[in-house]
């Protein structure tokens, strides 16, 4: 089984600052996903950025972007140039490639505010 | 592109009540997932299906839960005999084989017991 560790339950970040979420996950597969979602307060749960495991290459959406560690099994996710509409939870998941399902396991989150 | 939707937003119950929660995904998506996230707690997975067949179930997922896809669009979740700890957050998520396998998340449906 899989599980992921999110060890950071709240930070803050100035505006326009730069902020890294942590995550480590554990598991003996070697394909697989590594996933960002962010969720607004009282908002549904979008997808911020996605990393394929056998792609040594960091992911980069804008001003997010990560750092993948596959040996280390760390995928932290770092956010550039904060905004307010950053404020949300972030929930590192990983998902298990082939077989049977997809599903996403999560970690617990970390609840991120952006500050003026 | 209308998105995941689900129906009701918010659902509050007694306790020994049964409730049905309905899902509509992207509608060209052929795996749909359920998740139930409670206060402070990521999404746990309870069951996926693939077109209209249940293909797995958390051990999560109790008797008194049950899931279908007919015709293998629109899900149902109905929870029988609800208890206090049912309350929860219920994800609907759904996603296309063969592509990038991301799934994508509805706004969730909000159960309180009483």
Known sequence: AQTVTQSQPEMSVQEAETVTLSCTYDTS????????????????MILVIRQEAYKQQNATENRFSVNFQKAA???????SDSQLGDTAMYFCAFMKRGGSNYKLTFGKGTLLTVNP | DTGVS???RHKITKRGQNVTFRCDPISEHNRLYWYRQTL?????????FQNEAQLEKSRLLSDRFSA???KGSFSTLEIQRTEQGDSA??????????????????????????
């Open chain 1, 73 to 79: 099994k760390s995928f932290s996710l770092k956010i």
């Open chain 1, 29 to 44: 597969e070697s394909n697989y996903y590594l996933f960002w979602y962010k969720q607004p307060p009282s908002r549904q």
């Open chain 2, 6 to 8: 689900q129906d009701p």
């Open chain 2, 89 to 114: 957050m219920y994800l609907c998520a759904s996603g296309l084989a063969g592509t990038t396998d991301t799934q994508y998340f509805g706004p969730g449906t909000r159960l309180t017991v009483l």
């Open chain 2, 40 to 48: 402070g707690q990521g999404p746990e997975f309870l069951t996926y």
């Open chain 2, 68 to 70: 279908e896809r007919p």
